[in-house]
């Protein structure tokens, strides 16, 4: 005889089981907010923006697609002094450690295990594609950006929700478009491409700003208003992590500025106080009353080589922008999980079809 509570049984089986689709149907991506680091970071203290995508891959540096299962997706980013293109895709685990694998990131580094680590990247996957050229760039090995960032300074990601069909409208958009750079320092630059490739996932939200930046994108801004747009939409469920420098190769970076508090804050205010007080202060009244914003909780969720689920994985229920754990104790390894799994890059060296 049928139990007379089975239909009930049934149903609640068939809603885990459309709650589970929804959380695999669930994508993710993440602004990342790059400090600056070495001499030009400290006379351009604003950093660097690229944005990491959980389901989109690089079938080239070129050109994306939908990851395959075990695919870590990719960074996509806009530098200067890469062959003349606009932007381009890197997995993730060699944008942020120049190997392919986990296994490989060493824990302390020197200058010649970078130079080591790039080069041999750049021989595999960019010299085929002609991506280690400056084309008619003045700024020369551009590429070096494009791999081993952790190497160089410590990285904030902004990770929110997506959907598949925003993943596959950015594909169709970025592949479908001229990919020729036209950077301008001033309104094209890295913060200008994370601007539009937000604007495709959440439309007309992402403008410039008058104040505090004069009309200038920056890393900054540009995560200062994705924090204040996840917290009017609490659905895209935003969480701020943090990537640590893999130290060793250059000192430590320097926190990220927006134009005002740059000239309010470093040695830019003493000199420009001479030269125009009316300007300096100014300058210095936008930074205080719209320039000053918190944007990173005190004990944010750390990724690391031995941790880097915690950007690629599912969002953990209850974590949020004021901070989340370090990985549980007894956790697997993204170590291991990678080494067993033999993740694949998924880049292809072919040229001809973005020609």
């Not at 907010?33 to 203290?45: A, F, K, R, W």
């Not at 690229?50 to 989109?56: P, S």
């Not at 295990?113 to 090995?141: C, K, M, W």
């Not at 469920?237 to 134009?259: A, C, F, M, N």
Request: hydrophobic residues 40%; charged residues 20%.
């Amino acid at each position: 005889m049928v139990p007379k509570r089975s239909p009930r049984l049934l149903l609640l089986f068939l809603l885990f089981l459309l709650a589970s689709a929804s959380v695999h149907c669930r994508a993710q991506a993440a602004l990342l907010m790059e400090e600056p680091y070495g001499l030009y970071g400290t006379i351009n203290p604003t950093g660097h923006n690229a944005v990491y995508l959980k389901n989109v891959c690089a079938e080239t540096p070129l050109k994306l697609r939908r990851c395959r299962p075990g695919e870590l997706g990719a960074v996509i980013s806009r530098y200067e002094g890469v062959d003349g293109y606009d932007w381009v895709a890197i997995p993730l685990i060699p944008y942020l450690y120049a190997v392919e694998n986990l296994a490989d990131v060493p824990a302390h580094v020197d200058h010649q295990t970078v130079v080591a680590l790039r080069n041999q990247y750049r021989e595999q996957h960019f010299e085929p594609l002609g991506l280690d050229q400056a084309g008619n760039s003045i700024v020369r090995d551009g590429w070096t950006q494009l791999i081993g960032g952790s190497y160089e300074r410590r990285m904030y990601a902004f990770r929110f929700d997506t959907t598949p069909e925003q993943d596959d409208a950015l594909i169709a958009r970025l592949n479908d478009d001229r990919n020729q750079s036209h950077f301008h320092m001033l309104f094209r630059n890295c913060a200008d491409f994370a601007r539009v490739v937000l604007n495709v996932y959440f439309p007309h939200s992402f403008h410039r700003s008058i104040f505090p930046d004069a009309g200038v994108t920056t890393p900054k801004q540009l995560a200062y208003k994705l924090v204040r747009y996840g917290k009017k939409h609490p659905e895209i469920h935003l969480t701020v992590l943090e990537i640590p420098q893999i130290p060793g190769y250059r000192w430590r970076s320097h926190s990220t500025k927006d134009i005002a508090e740059s000239f309010s804050t470093t040695a830019y205010a003493v000199p420009l106080t001479i030269v125009n007080p009316y300007l300096a202060g100014g300058i210095f009244v936008d930074y205080f009353v719209r320039g000053r914003y918190h944007l990173v909780p005190r004990h944010p969720a750390v990724v690391d080589p031995d941790n880097l689920a915690a950007l690629t994985g599912p969002a953990t229920p209850g974590e949020n922008a004021s901070g989340a754990g370090m990985q549980a104790a007894g956790a697997v390894s993204s170590r291991a999980v990678t080494a067993a799994m033999g993740a694949d890059s998924g880049l292809k060296e072919s040229k001809a079809a973005h020609e």
